[in-house]
Nanobody, 123 residues
Framework: QVQLVESGGGLVQAGGSLRLSCAASGLTFSRYNMAWFRQASGKEREFVAAITWTGGGTTYADSVKGRFTISRDNAKNTVYLQMNSLRPEDTAVYYC????????????????WGQGTQVTVSS
C-alpha cells in the first residue's frame, strides 16, 4: 500500500520560512517523479514544484520561483519543499504527489497523493 505523508506545515509570519517533508512508503521511491501542489480555500489545486526521479531536473510555478526549492533524498524516501520569503498568498494545504511516468504540472497525471499539510502565512 502506497503512502505519502506530509509534515512540516504550520503558522508563520510573512517573510518567514518553512520546510515541508513528504515521506513515502510502499513504492520504489527512487523511480518516482515527485511534486508538490497546493490548494487554497475555495480555489482549485495548483502546481507548485516538481522533481525528477534522479533529482536532476526540477520545475517551479512562476509564483514560487526563486523562493521555494524542491529536493529529494532517495536514501530516506523523502521529498522536501523549502519555502522562503513566504507571503500570505502562499497560505494553502500543501500536497505531495508521485508518478512513475513523467514530471508534470498537471495534477491529474499524478497517481499517488498524500493527505496534505496546512501552511498559514500571516501578514
Amino acid at each position: 500500500q502506497v503512502q505519502l505523508v506530509e509534515s512540516g506545515g504550520g503558522l508563520v509570519q510573512a517573510g518567514g520560512s518553512l520546510r515541508l517533508s513528504c515521506a513515502a512508503s510502499g513504492l520504489t521511491f527512487s523511480r518516482y517523479n515527485m511534486a508538490w501542489f497546493r490548494q487554497a480555500s475555495g480555489k482549485e489545486r495548483e502546481f507548485v514544484a516538481a522533481i525528477t526521479w534522479t533529482g536532476g531536473g526540477t520545475t517551479y510555478a512562476d509564483s514560487v520561483k526563486g523562493r521555494f526549492t524542491i529536493s529529494r533524498d532517495n536514501a530516506k524516501n523523502t521529498v522536501y519543499l523549502q519555502m522562503n520569503s513566504l507571503r500570505p498568498e502562499d497560505t494553502a494545504v500543501y500536497y505531495c504527489a508521485a508518478d512513475l511516468l513523467r514530471i508534470s504540472t498537471y495534477s491529474y497525471e499524478y497517481k499517488y497523493w498524500g493527505q496534505g499539510t496546512q501552511v498559514t502565512v500571516s501578514s
